[in-house]
């Protein structure tokens, strides 16, 4: 059983249209991060979040971790080419410092 | 460039080989982490190093060990290698030491492919 679910497991969207996706689990986390994958490559984060119902945004992209903190979105406005990805969520455990990760979501945005 | 360097960036290897990977942290950076990612299992969490303890093991196999050196680099080895070995080998590092504080996120290096034949 996968500690993080994340939904959907692919996603194809053409240019500019808006699109959410989802990182959920039965379990409680002190922190919760976002990262972006490009084929061949690590691992880039994206965002923090700590606090249950903090909204962070980074220019089109908006993080939101729900208020038992044990779930998260990312909402993409307007998507872009350049915003195809494998998108992973990350959790840590109170008092496990190391990060579990969710399988991800692959993005396809089309011109 | 994150800061964090794997090298080599590819490796092929035969079945039942020894190969070692390696990883330098970003500079400032006391915690590495190592992690596989393979098709079907996505990234998995292997061992953590904090100045050069370990602090934390997940699901490593018995063949395979680590350890991190006093300048902070650190090391993988993989040995008696078997075809599901093949995957990418991901090293990251931060400044949290594993327990207590808020942990913020890793920095990824670019990994290291690793194809058993």
């Known amino acids: 059983t996968q500690l993080l679910e994340q939904s959907p497991q692919f996603l194809s969207i053409q240019e500019g249209e808006n699109l959410t996706v989802y990182c959920n689990s039965s379990?409680?986390?002190?922190?919760l991060q976002w990262y972006r994958q490009e084929p061949g490559e690590g691992p880039v984060l994206l965002v923090t979040?700590?606090?249950?119902?903090e909204v962070k945004k980074l220019k089109r992209l908006t993080f939101q971790f729900g208020d038992a903190r044990k779930d998260s979105s990312l909402h993409i406005t307007a998507a872009q080419p350049g915003d195809t990805g494998l998108y992973l969520c990350?959790?840590?455990?109170?008092?496990?410092?190391?990060?579990?990760f969710g399988d991800g979501t692959t993005l396809t945005v089309k011109p | 460039d994150s800061g964090v360097t794997q090298t080599p960036k590819h490796l092929i290897t035969a079945t039942g080989q020894r190969v070692t990977l390696r990883c330098s942290p970003r500079?400032?950076?006391?915690?590495v982490y190592w992690y596989q990612q393979s098709l079907d299992q996505g990234l998995q969490f292997l061992i953590q190093?904090?100045?050069?303890?370990?602090?934390a093991k997940g699901n490593i196999l018995e063949r395979f060990s680590a350890q991190q050196f006093p300048d902070l680099h650190s090391e993988l080895n993989l040995s008696s290698l078997e075809l599901g070995d093949s995957a990418l080998y991901f090293c990251?590092?931060?400044?949290?030491?594993?327990?207590?504080?808020?942990?913020?996120?890793?920095?990824f290096g670019s990994g290291t492919r690793l194809t058993v034949v």
């Open positions: 990251a590092s931060s400044v949290h030491p594993g327990t207590g504080r808020l942990n913020y996120g890793y920095t």
């Open positions: 500079s400032g950076d006391l915690s």
């Open positions: 379990s409680v986390f002190s922190s």
């Open positions: 990350a959790g840590a455990l109170p008092n496990a410092g190391k990060s579990t």
């Open positions: 190093y904090y100045n050069g303890e370990e602090r």
């Open positions: 979040v700590v606090t249950g119902g």
